[in-house]
Each structure stands twice: as C-alpha cells, then as structure tokens.
C-alpha cells in the first residue's frame, strides 16, 4: 500500500533564506508527484507536476525533484518571501490507481519577515 | 475562469440530518472525485468518478454516497452524518489523462454535531 511522508511536519525561516521540503513514498510504481500549496480557507493549488520519466521541474524560485527508484522527491524554494508562508502537500498518482492522489500529511511553513 | 466551485462551504449540523454538498467544474473535465482533510492524516479519496454515470469507491467511502448524473455536477451526499464526518472536503476534477493535473475547489467545512 502507498505511503507519502512529508517531513518537517512544521517549519519556520527567516525572509531570504533557501529551504528545502523533503516528501517520501513507498511504492515506486507512480505515475507523477505533485507538489500543492494549500493556504488557510482556501483550496489546493497546483504548484508543479513532475512525470515518472521526468527528474526534475522549475517554475520561478520553485524547484522540485523525483528520484522515483528511492521514493523520493524534494521542493526547493529559493529567496523565501513571507508570502510562501502555506502548507505543502505532496501528492503521487499511483500506477492504476484511476487519477487517485495519495496525500502526505503536509510541511506547515512559515517565513518571517 | 475555469474553477470548481463547491457549496456550502462552512456547514453544520446535526447527527442523522441528510445533507448533500455540491461541485461543479466548467472545465469539460471527465474524471471528478471528493477527498477529505483530517488533521494528521493528509487527504484521502472518498469516491470518484471516471465520467457520467460511472463511480467507485475510494479508501474511505463509508457513510458517503455520490452521483454523477451530468459531466459539470458531482454531489456528495451524507444521508446521516455522524461526528466522526466531521471533516474539510475537498472536490477535484481533472482529464482522464496521465499527465493531468488535477484542480480543487476551496473546499467545505463541516462539523457534525
């Protein structure tokens, strides 16, 4: 059964600094991994979209990785802004699993000013 | 603006009261599904549905019924809601497609009483 693990659970940064989230799973037969931003009282947005054949994707001071053979993926965020302050979830689409996200429980971040 | 919307969005209730949320996309989306939020244990699928008048169950959809009568409409239904459903749902569409990401609504808060 596929198992996501976000680690840290909660995390608090100054303005400026470079952070890194880190997501694990279990089962390396996925489809792709999904890196969301969820603020409070609000839905999910997609931040980036990596394929299985993919290692890698950016989009502006967002990097995420897939190492899908060590079940690992990681969102780097460059030059934070308090404006990042959300939670992150990670999300895999297993292989035969029709669309079916499976959810880590989230990295709370906070970045003060 | 291509969205999914969902109604209500603060809810509560009382044990045994029927109670139906509603989703609707306008993004021609095929594959539409519920998820729902609990403190330390991420999002986890309730049901989805491939397209009109095909739905399956998720991990946990005890005590939820869904319909999918029309392409845009995906109603969750808590015929009698217990505490224990208390809970933010989230509403997702996406393409049938592999690649696809998928697009949440903002997601409705219920507390059953």
């Known amino acids: 059964k596929q198992e996501v693990t976000q680690i840290p659970a909660a995390l608090s940064v100054p303005e400026g600094e470079n952070l890194v989230l880190n997501c694990s799973f279990t089962?390396?037969?996925?489809?792709?991994l999904q890196w969301f931003r969820q603020d409070p009282g609000k839905g999910l947005t997609s931040l980036l979209l990596?394929?299985?054949?993919?290692r890698e994707q950016t989009s502006g001071r967002l990097n995420a990785s897939l190492d899908k053979s060590s079940g690992r993926s990681t969102l780097y965020i460059a030059a934070s802004q308090p404006g990042d302050s959300a939670t992150y979830l990670c999300?895999?689409?297993?292989?035969?699993?029709?669309?079916?996200?499976?959810f880590g429980a989230g990295t709370r971040l906070a970045v003060h000013p | 603006e291509a969205q999914v919307t969902q109604n209500p969005r603060y809810l509560i209730t009382v044990t045994g009261k029927k109670l139906t949320v509603t989703c609707s996309q306008n993004?021609?989306?095929?594959?539409m599904s519920w998820y729902r939020q609990d403190p330390g244990l991420g999002l986890r699928q309730i049901y989805y549905?491939?397209?009109?008048?095909?739905?399956d169950k998720g991990d946990v959809p005890e005590g939820y019924k869904v319909s999918r009568k029309e392409k845009r409409n995906f109603p969750l239904i808590l015929e009698s809601p217990s505490p224990n459903q208390t809970s933010l749902y989230f509403c997702?569409?996406?393409?049938?497609?592999?690649?696809?990401?998928?697009?949440f609504g903002p997601g409705t808060r219920l507390l059953v009483l």
């Open positions: 997702a569409s996406s393409l049938f497609r592999e690649s696809e990401t998928q697009y």
């Open positions: 089962d390396s037969a996925i489809y792709n």
């Open positions: 549905s491939m397209n009109v008048e095909v739905t």
């Open positions: 999300a895999v689409r297993a292989s035969g699993g029709y669309n079916k996200l499976i």
């Open positions: 993004m021609n989306h095929e594959y």
């Open positions: 990596i394929q299985s054949s993919q």
